[in-house]
Structure formats: C-alpha cells, structure tokens
C-alpha cells in the first residue's frame, strides 16, 4: 500500500512539475503598439520625404529607453527589405506608380514584440493622358491656355454640344478650391473642389458656370457622360452591371468624388464612384442653397439637388 501511495505522489509531483515546464516556454512577451508617421497620399516624380515616426507605446504601461526603428519601400511588384535602425527616414519617389512604405518599431533589448505599420504614396504624372487614362481622356480637340497656371497643368479641352463649349476635363485653377487630400500635383488629373462661391469666379475668363437647365440639355442618362478612366492603373467607376459608360457626349466625366471644406482640415469624399458638379442655378425659395448636377456609378440617371453654398466643394466643369 505505502509502494502505491508513493508511487501516486511520485507521479502527481511529476505531471506538476511537467505542467510548471510547460508554462515557463509558452509565457509570451508583451506587445508595442501605435507606432505611426504621416505621408502625403499623392506625389509627383522627384518629391522628396523625411518621415519621423511618433506613438509607440507597451501593452504593460512600462516605459522603454530606446526603441529601433526600421524601415522598408516596396514599389509595385518589387520588394524592399529592411533598413538598418534610423530613427529618421529619407526617401525620394523616382517613378509614376504606387509605392508602400513600412515602419518596424522594436525594443533593442528584445523584451517586447515589435510593431510596424505601413502608409502607401501614389505617385503620379500631373500631365492630363498620363496617370489618368481612359476613353476620351486622350482625346486632341480644341483646348484653350489657362495663363493663370503653370504650363502643363493649363490646357482645357472643350467640346460643342448644342450652342455651347464645354469643358471635357474637370476645373483645376490654382487659385481657389482645394486638391484632393491637399495635395496640389492632384489638381490638374482630377480637377480642384470649389464651394460655390469660388465655383461661380473660378472659371477663365471668356467661360463660366453652367445653369441647372444646360446641364440638363445633356440628358439625364448617366452612361453617355461617363468614361472608363484609370489612375494609376486603378479603376475609377468601380464596376456596376447596370450602368452601362459609354462617354458618347465625350466629355469624359469621372467620378472625382467631393470635399466637405471644413475650417481646418477638409475631407474627401467617395473618390471612385461619385461625380458631383455645381451648378450657377439658385435655389427659388433659400438664397442659401445652389443647385448641384451628381452621378453615383450604381445608378443609371444624372441627379439634381440643392445643396448649402459653402457646405460642399464640388467639381466644376466651364461653358460659354
């Protein structure tokens, strides 16, 4: 009975003892978090950028003398490795595409899990037909020189439908409205975001803004206003069964989305898949309100609505 009762302890100690092993090799180490830098969404070739990473913090609340940092650039297809520790990193964009940058925070003394966070930068050519592409884009027709802007980024092209010239690409004067995400190399690709006040004096002179009543002379069918375009080789309308783009008016409209022009930091909107244009009509019963013309790729018909004057930066497409 004694042999049994020992050779039971001898076992339970054992499988204590194997339990106790067992948890030592799988305790964990804790984590970093939050580490962070900020990076414009869009550049052009040549652009240079210093990041300096910010927000690391312990899961256990405990404070770290020095954190490593590392950094890596995949451009396309291509992928970068790992720098050496820096705690500053300088980078120049050489080429149009899409480049994704990542930053690894660790603790040197190997007590924590690292953690990395990465940011991606398109670049772009500004020039119209270049980053920006599809049916129409390219199109050689009449264009006028803006001399308010820099050459390259000037050049309207029009097209005559009924009794007026209009506009085949989307405003970009400098000199009002905003670019999406702030960034200027934007402006001419994709048109500047104007509020309605800025919309009705931004146009060159000769052109001005459309009323409600000629942009419905363009029809109410969506698909003929509407081109298949690419920036950057992403698709712009994202693809919808029952709209069918066929750009047969040719003035090449793409879905640039809109801007909600707050006093500090605009935000932008439905890039993409919207399309939204001011209109110089009025509101008949608040002198607040403008008419605006809008295309949203899952439907089928240009809408029109009201919208308050400085509430929205919409797009502006010049006539005369």
């Known amino acids: 009975m004694k042999k049994r009762l020992l050779l039971y302890t001898t076992l339970v100690l054992a499988v204590f003892a194997a339990s106790c092993k067992k948890e030592e090799t799988t305790t964990t180490k804790p984590y970093l978090y939050g580490v962070d830098f900020e990076l414009a969404t869009f550049a052009e070739p040549g652009d240079v950028f210093t990041l300096t990473p910010f927000g690391v913090y312990t899961g256990d609340g405990k404070d770290i003398e020095k954190i490593n940092y590392k ?11 790992y720098s050496d520790p820096m705690d500053t990193f300088t980078f120049t964009v050489n080429e149009v595409g899409n480049y994704t940058v990542y930053c690894q925070a660790s603790d040197p003394d190997d007590n924590y899990y690292s953690v990395s966070k990465s940011r991606i930068i398109i670049v772009i050519d500004p020039t119209l037909g270049k980053t920006l592409v599809g049916t129409g884009i390219n199109a050689t027709d009449e264009h006028i020189t803006d ?6 980024e000037n050049d309207y092209y029009f097209k005559r439908i009924g009794n007026l010239d209009w506009f085949r690409n989307n405003l970009a004067y400098k000199g009002a409205g905003i670019a999406y995400e702030n960034g200027d190399v934007t402006s001419y690709p994709l048109g500047r975001y ?26 109410t069918d969506a698909g003929p206003l509407m081109c298949d375009a690419y920036l950057n080789s992403y698709r712009m309308w994202e693809y919808w069964p029952g709209v069918t783009r066929t750009n047969e008016t040719g003035l090449a409209i793409i879905p640039a989305g809109y801007a909600l022009p707050a ?38 018909q240009v809408r029109s609505t009201y919208a308050e004057k400085g509430s929205l930066a919409l797009s502006v497409r010049c006539v005369r």
């Open 263 to 300: 006093f500090t930091t605009p935000s932008f909107k439905r890039l993409y898949d919207y399309a939204a244009f001011w209109t110089a009509t009025e509101s008949p019963d608040d002198s607040r309100m403008a008419a605006y013309r809008y295309i949203h790729v899952e439907e089928t």
């Open 71 to 81: 950094w890596k650039i995949n451009f396309g297809e291509e992928t970068g490795t």
């Open 147 to 152: 001399s308010r802007d820099k050459t390259g």
């Open 194 to 219: 104007y509020t309605w006040d800025e919309a009705m004096t931004a146009c060159p002179e000769g052109w001005r803004l459309p009323t409600d009543e000629e942009w419905a002379t363009l029809g």
